[in-house]
């Protein structure tokens, strides 16, 4: 973990999607990547507390875009960077900032499933849809450019 924080804060990219998002924060308990400067810690999506592991969620983007997105006990990514996508309880799903010299793209939920991922689950865009943005997110991410935030 510690060369990745030093790759990073050095002007690497970073793109964190669901347990990656979670270890981008800080942890007093755990050696997490900790790219947020004020030490930010992430919590469960409150869903998880009310026993809910998986679900179709539907994310609204800065651009007005709506996606419903595969989560599976992914992080509420409150207190630390842009605001690019929200959860419909509005609290941030995808956010995006500067570490160091680098830059991160944090995501709490799945844009990259599958269809097989979706067993049971009802989603109002297409699979091709929601892989098309996590192309978008990784190629960001690589390039280190900003999406549309709120």
Not at 26 to 53: A, C, M, Q, R
Request: aromatic residues 14%; contains cysteine.
């Amino acid at each position: 973990m510690q060369q990745v924080h030093i790759a990073v804060n050095n002007g690497m990219h970073y793109l964190g999607i669901c347990a990656g998002a979670f270890f981008a924060g800080h942890s007093g308990i755990y050696n997490y990547l900790d790219f947020t400067p004020s030490g930010v810690w992430f919590n469960f999506y409150p869903d998880e507390f009310k026993g809910i592991h998986k679900e179709a969620v539907e994310i609204r983007g800065a651009d007005g875009s709506r996606l419903d997105q595969y989560w599976e006990n992914g992080p509420k990514l409150s207190g630390w960077g842009q605001v690019v996508g929200k959860y419909p309880d509005g609290t941030p799903a995808i956010v995006e900032g500067k570490s160091g010299y680098g830059w991160v793209i944090l995501c709490a939920v799945h844009p990259e499933a599958t269809q097989a991922w979706r067993t049971g689950m009802r989603f109002t865009t297409s699979v091709a849809v929601d892989n098309a943005y996590a192309k978008k997110l990784v190629t960001n991410a690589l390039n280190g450019t900003a999406l549309p935030h709120f």
